[in-house]
């Protein structure tokens, strides 16, 4: 997509930024079917707007809500479980908890060193494609190594034996620099799929007014001054004010995430990463 036409979604009111993205969704609903399309789920904010955006495309149209992927890395808030937990009752959400067990069920605690002679094949030709040449790798889940088995391995494990042909995400142009070339649809290989990304116009601030304006539930993490949520182990808080009250045009949002994994970010992506 133009520059130009990235600006002027970006610049769009929220109400018309919301209805991009319904317009967005509605078109994932007619392209694939309701079995073959899946909602990616960390618990989030971005994740969960879109999550609610697809409630709000699917009362429209009188179609079920397709069912949601939340990957477990191996080392997740507590609070983003509450979360997730709370509202696959409230909103009725059907998820499939996602966990490459391989390689989690090979440490007892983060930091553990893991053999990779010890994982199965599928890990292990994983891990040469990362040309990764040492014996062993600690189990850190947002390391280059950690990231890719824990989460986008896993997730291309579910999308193999679930027949995944659709997955949505809830990435943005403006959140990270790899990601601004990304379009709503974006076809991928290893499996074979679309990529839907319904709010990459989105800004973050554009996140909060809609979280806000239509009272929606979300992580408690972020009244504590966190503004983007990783893995536990590697996730910091911006500030010590709620996320929303922060200085969000002139400061940057991941700047509380693990930052070895922020600059091989291209790579992972590159490998299938959302």
């Known amino acids: 997509m133009e520059q130009q036409e990235q600006e002027r979604l970006m610049n769009l009111n929220l109400h018309d930024k919301i209805e991009k993205s319904k317009e967005v969704i509605k078109e994932s609903l007619k392209r694939f079917p309701h079995n073959e399309l899946c909602l ?3 618990g989030g904010k971005d994740s969960t707007t879109m999550l609610w955006l697809h ?8 179609l079920p ?11 997740v808030f507590e609070e983003i479980l509450e979360l997730v937990d709370r509202l696959k009752t ?3 959400v059907e998820v499939a908890i996602v966990k490459n067990t391989d390689v989690s069920d090979k ?22 494609k990362l040309e990764f040449a040492d ?3 600690p189990f850190e889940p947002e390391s280059y190594v950690g990231n890719h088995l824990m989460k986008t391995v896993a997730m291309n494990m579910f999308m193999e034996d679930n027949r995944i042909n659709a997955l949505a995400t809830a990435i943005r142009w403006d959140e990270q620099e790899s990601r601004v070339a990304e379009d ?48 536990k182990g590697s996730t910091s808080k911006n500030s010590d004010i709620p996320a929303w009250e922060q200085d969000l045009e002139n400061t940057t949002e991941r ?20």
């Open 107 to 128: 440490a007892r605690k983060v930091g553990d060193l893991i053999r990779v002679a010890d994982l199965n094949e599928r890990n292990r030709q994983e891990i040469e």
């Open 255 to 274: 700047a509380g995430r693990g930052q070895d994994k922020e600059q091989v970010m291209e790579q992972l992506r590159t490998l299938g990463y959302m």
């Open 55 to 62: 409630r709000q495309a699917c009362k429209e149209l009188g």
């Open 135 to 137: 014996e062993a790798f």
């Open 90 to 92: 409230e909103w009725m």
């Open 40 to 42: 990616a789920w960390t």
């Open 65 to 75: 809500l397709p069912r949601a992927m939340f990957i477990d890395e191996g080392h």
């Open 184 to 231: 709503y649809f974006s076809p991928r290989k290893n499996p074979d799929h679309t990529r839907v990304h319904p709010i990459l116009h989105f800004k973050e601030r554009d996140i909060w007014d809609t979280i806000q304006e239509y009272k929606m539930p979300f992580c408690s993490l972020y009244y504590q001054g966190y503004r983007s949520l990783g893995a």
